[in-house]
């Protein structure tokens, strides 16, 4: 019996339903906010930004998923095209950002709750934490994420198809409710004009206020491609389907947002707009009771349906960093009555308890996401342009996406880019998160007596050199980001710009034909099956 044994069970469309099921999570019920307090009303170019720098870099992943349509498949490229170092680092930032997603969309609802009018809903956040209530709310909401991914795929496929349907409905319903209801025009010129901030606003609003995190979930469908009954086909329509579909969604909930607030919740500026549950307080404050309903029991729909997503797909990611040897073998069975990694799921239940009690609220741990998932991303682009050197005999292209020559470059300055946005010291301290699991890989490495250690250390150096540098990059750089000014405004962009490239050529140029490779690509039984 084969303990690798994915089941091929998920359709293009339930694919599509997972990728924008993952996106329309907690993130659209507090991002509009978030963005405006940080941007103004000027957080709509935020968006628009924001959605097409996710597009570039979601097209690398859609090339590299249908090439390796593995459980996983995002911590498995890098250590495909570079080995183990780059491989671990990505795998490690990726698992720690999306992993973390689970408490953050139970916290979401909890926090929703607080707007509820009962005494006992108020005392469950205090405007920064949850209370013990709360916790305890949040953790139920945990445990039923977990139930839903323990039995089978198709039950998880048939209730987050249904439930992402729903989040369908409560954004529209929202975004139709509040221009009717009141929209203020003078919302976007006044109080400060429409860039308040200007573009170093706008720019941090793209890092750290919700806009990458909640573009987070287009990774869902790649992470399960192992499990798509066709991933040639169903990999790069769900994944640009439904960043498309979640960007339109997210812009027009944004412009409902700006023109909704009530003047005299401007008084003292956008930046100090009070607000628990965002889009139900408007709600209530126009009186449209039956929409703050409705967004009341969406704060438990649509965190869980994501929640319930990023269950399944850390488990997946668990399964991947085993095969690439970084975890116990226990990690990578399958159980081959359901299909579900189930002891990887169990290790994800513990670390989404530790990630609920160590950060407390929605905000807390949103710009973190972000930044730790961008290092993974800048893999992405230099992944794929390596595979392109190698002939089908080594590498099976299904999908060639054209123009990758420009996209890739033009996806890894700009995940650079937002990750200079997300303001010092907060780059410092997720690059020291990376430096924290750096342990786990020279464990397995001395395991394995550091067999090809030379090899992929030289392979893997652009990469360690890359972080420091970044991190150095934002700690000396503009004001306007937080950073000690040594280079001012304007000249850190192109420094940046010029650096990203260079990093770039130097990351594919550090690309080799691994083991992975050399051998032949093995697909797991579940790719087979698929194939015949």
């Not at 953050?104 to 909890?110: I, L, P």
Request: net charge positive; with cysteine; hydrophobic share 50%.
């Amino acid at each position: 019996m084969n303990n690798n044994n994915m089941r091929r069970d998920i359709k293009t469309f339930a694919l599509t339903m997972t990728g924008l099921g993952s996106i329309i999570g907690s993130g659209w019920l507090f991002g509009a906010w978030r963005a405006a307090e940080v941007a103004g009303p000027a957080a709509l170019i935020a968006w628009i930004l924001g959605t097409l720098i996710i597009l570039f870099i979601g097209l690398t992943y859609a090339e590299l998923g249908t090439m390796f349509p593995e459980a996983g498949g995002m911590v498995r490229y890098a250590q495909f095209s570079h080995g183990s170092l780059t491989g671990f680092i990505s795998g490690w930032a990726n698992w720690i950002a999306i992993v973390s997603v689970i408490p953050v969309e139970a916290e979401a609802s909890a926090q929703y709750m607080s707007s509820w009018p009962f005494d006992w809903a108020k005392a469950l956040y205090n405007g920064q934490d949850l209370s013990a209530t709360g916790l305890l709310i949040a953790a139920v909401l945990v445990v039923v994420y977990f139930l839903f991914n323990y039995f089978t795929v198709k039950l998880f496929a048939r209730v987050n198809t249904t439930i992402t349907i729903f989040k369908f409905i409560i954004p529209g319903l929202t975004i139709l409710g509040l221009l009717i209801a009141g929209f203020h025009s003078k919302n976007f010129t006044h109080y400060n004009g429409f860039m308040p901030h200007g573009w170093a606003g706008i720019l941090t609003a793209i890092a750290t206020s919700g806009i990458v995190f909640a573009f987070n979930g287009f990774q869902s469908p790649v992470n399960m491609a192992g499990e798509a009954r066709n991933p040639q086909r169903s990999i790069p329509i769900a994944v640009i389907g439904s960043i498309l579909m979640a960007g339109v969604i997210y812009i027009l909930l944004q412009l409902a947002f700006i023109g909704a607030v009530k003047p005299d919740m401007l008084t003292h500026g956008w930046e100090h707009i009070q607000l628990n549950s965002p889009f139900a307080d408007l709600a209530l404050a126009w009186g449209l009771n039956w929409l703050a309903l409705l967004l009341f029991a969406d704060a438990f729909v649509s965190p869980s349906g994501t929640g319930m997503t990023y269950t399944a797909t850390t488990a997946r990611m668990i399964y991947g960093m085993e095969r690439n040897g970084y975890f116990p073998k226990v990690f990578g069975f399958v159980n081959p009555k359901v299909g579900v990694p189930r002891a990887a799921m169990w290790l994800n239940l513990v670390v989404s308890f530790i990630f609920l009690f160590l950060f407390r609220g929605w905000g807390s741990l949103a710009s973190v996401i972000s930044v730790a998932t961008l290092i993974s991303y800048v893999t992405g682009p230099i992944s794929v342009m390596v595979f392109r050197r190698y002939g089908d005999d080594i590498v099976n292209r299904p999908l060639k996406i054209k123009g990758m020559q420009i996209i890739a470059p033009i996806a890894f300055i700009m995940a650079s880019l937002i990750y200079y946005w997300a303001q010092w010291p907060l780059t410092g301290k997720v690059t020291l998160i990376m430096v924290i699991g750096l342990p786990i890989y020279f464990f397995y490495q001395a395991k394995a007596n550091w067999k090809g250690f030379g090899q992929d250390l030289k392979a893997g150096l652009w990469l360690v050199i890359y972080l420091i540098y970044m991190a150095f990059i934002s700690c000396i750089g503009s004001s306007k980001f937080h950073g000690h000014n040594i280079i001012p405004y304007g000249w850190d962009f192109i420094i940046i710009i010029i650096s990203a490239l260079i990093f770039y050529f130097w990351g594919i140029r550090s690309g080799y034909l691994t083991k992975d490779l050399k051998n032949g690509y093995q697909p797991n039984q579940g790719e087979m099956d698929a194939g015949r």
